[in-house]
């Protein structure tokens, strides 16, 4: 079982930027794959980014976005940078063991409870 809780979301004006937290519950989160996604209101959950021995981006964040992961705390972070307003969402973070879906919610098997990323223009 893993366990995950998203943190440093909030308010951030267009151009800014925010640093994400996923800390991890369990000894063996290291050997898991993560992924973040988001959801904005009356839309489907979107892949943003994922690492496991590699990191990948979607085309709507890669070049603003990092992922990366400390495992001695048992954290995955995400950087975002050059924010905008289309940015808006709850940011969820995802962990598992599969190597297949990946872009797809339905590849990850532990979620966190989300945590709202707000970009005003």
């Known amino acids: 079982q893993v366990q995950l809780v998203e943190s440093g979301g909030g308010l951030v004006q267009a151009g800014g930027s925010l640093r994400l937290s996923c800390a991890a519950s369990g000894r063996t989160f290291s050997s898991y794959a993560v992924g973040w996604f988001r959801q904005a209101p009356g839309k489907e959950r979107e892949f943003v980014s994922r690492?496991?021995?590699?990191?990948i981006y979607s085309d709507s964040v890669k070049g603003r976005f990092t992922i990366s992961r400390e495992n001695a705390k048992n954290t995955v972070y995400l950087q975002m940078s050059s924010l905008k307003p289309e940015d808006t969402a709850v940011y969820y973070c995802?962990?598992?063991?599969?190597?297949?879906?990946?872009?797809?919610?339905?590849?990850?098997?532990?979620w966190g409870q989300g945590t709202q990323v707000t970009v005003s223009s």
């Open positions: 995802a962990a598992t063991l599969k190597t297949y879906n990946i872009r797809s919610w339905v590849g990850y098997d532990y």
């Open positions: 690492i496991s021995g590699s990191t």
